[in-house]
């Protein structure tokens, strides 16, 4: 892993996602119809939440490998908080909290630039 890390110039809480294949192009679709659902979902959320002010440039969407329907959600709240996710669509249709933590900025995700 670290020679991994070192060679794409990744930070060590850089999200790695591992497949067993690629999704064709209707579950990407579906993928795509899910996000924008779970966005959704998430924005009328916060809107009820008078304790969160998020920046959505600063918001991560990840669909959960291998688990259809579960979506991974971070994004800071202040400068030193970090709140992690799960959305969950549940078998009405309807996308659900099902797990929130939140954390210290320092443990939270990140994303390296890799430099030339």
């Given at each position: ?24 192009s ?88 890799k430099?030339?």
């Amino acid at each position: 892993m670290e020679t991994l890390l070192f060679q794409f110039g990744l930070n060590r809480t850089t999200p790695v996602i591992i497949a067993d294949q690629m999704p064709n192009s209707s579950a990407l679709n579906q993928i795509e119809s899910d996000k924008q659902a779970v966005l959704t979902r998430i924005n009328r959320w916060l809107q009820g939440q008078s304790q969160y002010q998020v920046d959505w440039a600063k918001v991560s969407v990840y669909a959960y490998p291998g688990e259809k329907g579960l979506y991974y959600v971070s994004f800071p709240v202040q400068q030193d908080l970090w709140v992690e996710q799960y959305w969950q669509e549940a078998v009405s249709g309807q996308w659900q909290l099902v797990y929130e933590n939140t954390q210290a900025a320092h443990h939270a995700p990140t994303l390296s630039q890799k430099t030339p």
